[in-house]
């Protein structure tokens, strides 16, 4: 299925496929119950929406989450995207400097689809999850290649650690997300939109071991620029 809509994507436009998901979304939410509920909680509840806007953002929630799904297929087909850095200066400087430093990513946007368009001067690693499929995988492989990227996928035995480790020490850049848990249970928790979450120790004890900066980066999807 993965192929065939990397296929697809070579005769169709975005807007088309993000029409059929459209149509889709519907019965998504519709069979799940869990996420559904979790979702429209957090707008009612936690934002303060009404019920009928609630409802509403979580359609919209859904959307644009499969927005950022298609729009990686669309890059392994070849499409291309504009992305523009705001306020780089700071990641400038720590790429010109010999050591190396940290990138602490949250699932906000389409951080992968930045990596694939955004040239990094200093090598950068990657930690990935390694559950994906083999077309996914290899995909990322292709075009992390391009853009002096490597991924270093999670894996059980904590060896990913000493990969970033290692990469540090050699003066590269270490990128890996600081806002999921991944079933780990060194947790910090913190005050966050309006209630306490727990958020991995594991990347700023990495930045704090090793001693070098860190920088929070966040991609954000605007249509109609």
Not at 123 to 141: D, F, I, K, S, W
């Amino acid at each position: 299925m993965q192929r065939t809509l990397i296929r697809l994507y070579r005769l169709l436009p975005l807007w088309f496929l993000y029409g059929v998901m459209a149509l889709v979304i519907p019965f998504y939410i519709l069979f799940d119950g869990k996420g559904r509920r979790a979702s429209w909680r957090f707008f009612r509840k936690r934002i303060g929406y009404k019920s009928l806007s609630s409802s509403v953002h979580v359609y919209l929630n859904m959307f644009n989450m499969g927005m950022v799904v298609l729009d990686r297929f669309a890059a392994y087909s070849g499409k291309k995207f504009r992305v523009e850095r705001d306020d780089s200066g700071i990641y400038q400087v720590y790429c010109s400097g010999k050591d190396g430093f940290v990138i602490l990513s949250s699932h906000i946007g389409n951080y992968e689809m930045a990596g694939y368009s955004l040239m990094s001067p200093k090598h950068m690693n990657v930690l990935v999850y390694a559950g994906e499929t083999a077309t996914v995988m290899a995909n990322r492989q292709r075009m992390f290649e391009l853009d002096n990227v490597t991924m270093v996928p999670v894996s059980e035995d904590m060896s990913h650690l000493f990969k970033l480790n290692y990469a540090l020490s050699e003066g590269e850049i270490a990128s890996l997300p600081a806002d999921r848990l991944f079933g780990s249970s060194k947790a910090v928790r913190c005050s966050f939109l309006g209630a306490d979450a727990s958020f991995p120790a594991g990347p700023f004890t990495l930045a704090r071991s090793r001693e070098v900066n860190a920088l929070a980066a966040f991609c954000i999807k605007t249509i109609g620029k």
